[in-house]
């Protein structure tokens, strides 16, 4: 684990700025963080190779040239190394993450096909593969997205989606939480919500639900209070669940505007997760670098499965257009633009 700040990775939006600044210095830091041992060729595991001047290398098994970026997320980018380390920054950094609209301006990426797939294949790898389970007091309880909620705007084009929420009781508060679409709120449904998401031997607390018993069967201390016998609103019984869900609810409803397909929200839901578990850390570059290492440690994803991915509300279309290169954030030295004329010294003046 790396844990220098400054150092390991940017500690401010301004050291990353400082430090990134060139889309070579971006490939250079997707290298170590891909091969901190040294390169290892992703075709024939020969671990011997030459740099070449672009930073790609030259295996020496295969005599293959092999990016950093090769058979990742970032594979084939056209988008400049800067422009994706800017997203990430503020994809994690943000307290409501950024949005497919406000990245294309803020980047001036040529479409928004281009900011949308980007932080989609980010959200891909939000979740760390082979990630613990939560452990301890659990509650657990299911919700509906995009139905009528006094307070929360209406359903944009989600419909109604089904999802469960499990979340850890720390002694003074909520710890970690886990969030995820499931069919229907069965037996085994939540069956298999409880085994990904929650380690056995934990003690699960949810309502009276005739579904929870069965599911939590004999790996978990089942606690269950019926809502309707206790005379007590669900938000009592269940207030971490129902913080979470409140919170989820406004994000997806009100920030994003509903503007989500259900088959994509699941990418949402691990994008928030992965601020919401964070949201205590008071390192903001350590963010930013576990997601450009997970970046970096999952395999390609293409426009075409992002997009069939996408059922009630299909992806953008693929640009029709000619396709121009993004603008980079590597800009050399621009002078001063705002000032118009240009003295012989190369100064200029008003
Ligand atoms: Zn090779």
Redesign the pocket.
């Known amino acids: 684990m790396p844990s220098t700040a400054g150092q390991d990775y940017p500690r401010s939006y301004a050291q990353l700025r400082s430090w990134f600044n060139e889309d070579w210095k971006c490939l250079d830091y997707l290298d170590w963080l891909r091969w901190p041992n040294g390169f290892a060729?992703p075709?024939?595991?020969?671990e011997r190779?030459w740099r070449a001047p672009d930073l790609r290398w030259r295996?020496?098994?295969?005599?293959?040239r092999?990016s950093a970026t090769a058979g990742t997320i970032l594979h084939g980018t056209r988008t400049p190394l800067t422009v994706w380390f800017a997203a990430a920054w503020h994809l994690v950094n943000s307290k409501v993450g950024i949005s497919a609209t406000q990245l294309q301006r803020e980047m001036e990426l040529g479409s928004y096909q281009t900011a949308w797939a980007m932080l989609h294949r980010y959200r891909s790898v939000m979740v760390r593969p082979g990630r613990d389970r939560l452990r301890g007091d659990v509650e657990v309880d299911e919700s509906y997205l995009g139905g009528p909620e006094p307070g929360i705007p209406g359903r944009g084009a989600l419909g109604k989606v089904l999802f469960a929420a499990t979340v850890e009781l720390d002694e003074h508060s909520f710890g970690r939480v886990r969030l995820g679409i499931i069919p229907d709120a069965s037996a085994e449904s939540l069956t298999a919500f409880l085994d990904g998401a929650v380690e056995p031997g934990s003690r699960v607390i949810t309502d009276g639900w005739s579904s929870y018993p069965p599911a939590t069967r004999d790996h978990y201390e089942h606690h269950n209070t019926s809502i309707a016998a206790s005379g007590l609103p669900a938000h009592v019984v269940l207030p971490a669940t129902h913080r979470v869900f409140s919170l989820v609810k406004r994000w997806v409803m009100g920030t994003l505007q509903g503007s989500v397909s259900s088959a994509h929200l699941q990418g949402y839901f691990d994008e928030w997760v992965f601020r919401f578990n964070r949201r205590h850390s008071r390192s903001r570059g350590l963010q930013f670098h576990t997601l450009l290492s997970q970046a970096v440690g999952a395999g390609p994803i293409t426009y075409r499965e992002m997009r069939l991915a996408g059922r009630t509300r299909p992806a953008p279309s693929p640009p029709t257009r000619a396709r121009s290169r993004p603008a980079s954030l590597d800009l050399g030295d621009v002078g001063l633009p705002w000032r118009r004329l240009v003295l012989s010294s190369g100064r200029t003046t008003p």
């Open positions: 060729c075709h024939c595991s020969c190779g295996c020496a098994g295969c005599d293959r092999v």
